[in-house]
């Protein structure tokens, strides 16, 4: 049974991992085409001053419409993806994740950590979609803050929990040696895709500050007014020169980040003892036993009733 649990944690997390994958790379790919096809032009079709397409510098906004196709793409790939991986409880199931539950930190075990916080981080950055700062209304901002701290659970909330597991810089003696039951290439090839998560998540915040500071000059950033005709301001006018350059590699740090964040899944899984299991070929006919075991009870109170009431 528990060859059967461990085996189906591996399959689970390998799954969830993939789904996430494809969750980036069809938002990605459908983005990139909308933008091609359509954007240059405002909500009424007329071109921007600047002949440039508009150019999100997150992907939470380009998904943050779930009526639109990168909405819908990115919700149902990647909800599915953390689902499956949560459901996997490979941080307790998977000898190369586990480090056991005397590690912990504020009282709460590292193992319970990685379960916990991640995976439902990223549910909630599917769920709760985010919008246009220059849309947002006081209720929007709730929404803001919730899928920001879904993204914070998921990027560091990982990072921390696979830093302290593997070693990783600052972590490094954390547990006893041999603690994690993983071999030394992986570690090493762990550690190096954990660098590259931190070096990427690191430009993407970086450049996030930097586009709302002062140092951005209003001309040289999107614009946004009233259209006759909508309640909500909308784009007017795209990004140019310097600033459309931030955008674009803001998005693509967050995207980088991402696939590797999914890559250290991917590689847990393809070093992991448990997807290699030989289950038994034939399953045991529980249902046959529970009869046997129900017609033996039957004839045992069938001799009981025949022997009759006990003389006094």
């Not at 359509?38 to 009424?44: K, S, T, V």
Request: proline share 5%; charged share 15%.
């Amino acid at each position: 049974v528990e060859a059967v649990a461990r085996k189906r944690s591996a399959n689970l997390l390998f799954v969830g991992s993939v789904s996430g994958l494809l969750g980036f790379l069809f938002a990605f790919v459908i983005g990139v085409v909308a933008i091609q096809t359509h954007g240059r032009n405002d909500i009424n079709g007329v071109p921007f001053k600047s002949g440039r397409a508009y150019f999100p510098s997150t992907v939470s906004e380009m998904v943050h419409n779930p009526s639109k196709p990168t909405g819908k793409v990115f919700f149902a790939f990647c909800f599915v993806g953390a689902l499956m991986i949560f459901q996997s409880w490979y941080p307790m199931q998977l000898r190369n994740a586990y480090i056991g539950d005397d590690a912990m930190v504020c009282g709460v075990s590292w193992v319970t950590i990685r379960q916990f916080v991640p995976a439902p981080g990223m549910m909630m950055l599917a769920v709760i979609t985010t919008v246009p700062a220059a849309q947002a209304t006081v209720t929007d901002e709730f929404c803001i803050a919730l899928h920001l701290t879904g993204a914070a659970m998921l990027f560091v909330g990982y990072f921390a929990c696979e830093a302290h597991a593997i070693g990783w810089g600052p972590f490094g003696g954390c547990l006893p040696a041999g603690k994690l039951r993983e071999s030394e290439g992986n570690i090493i090839r762990r550690k190096l895709c954990l660098t590259g998560i931190g070096l990427f998540y690191l430009a993407f915040c970086v450049i996030q500050v930097v586009l709302c500071t002062p140092l951005i000059k209003p001309e040289d950033n999107d614009q946004w007014g009233h259209i006759e005709g909508y309640k909500e301001e909308q784009l007017i006018n795209t990004a140019t020169g310097y600033v459309k350059t931030l955008k674009v590699v803001s998005y693509g740090s967050e995207v980088v980040c991402g696939l590797l964040l999914i890559l250290s899944h991917l590689l847990i899984w393809h070093a992991s003892e448990e997807r290699m299991y030989d289950l038994p070929e034939e399953l045991g006919a529980l249902q046959s036993r529970l009869n046997v075991q129900t017609d033996s009870d039957d004839d045992d109170e069938g001799e009981s009733d025949e022997s009759g009431p006990a003389t006094p």
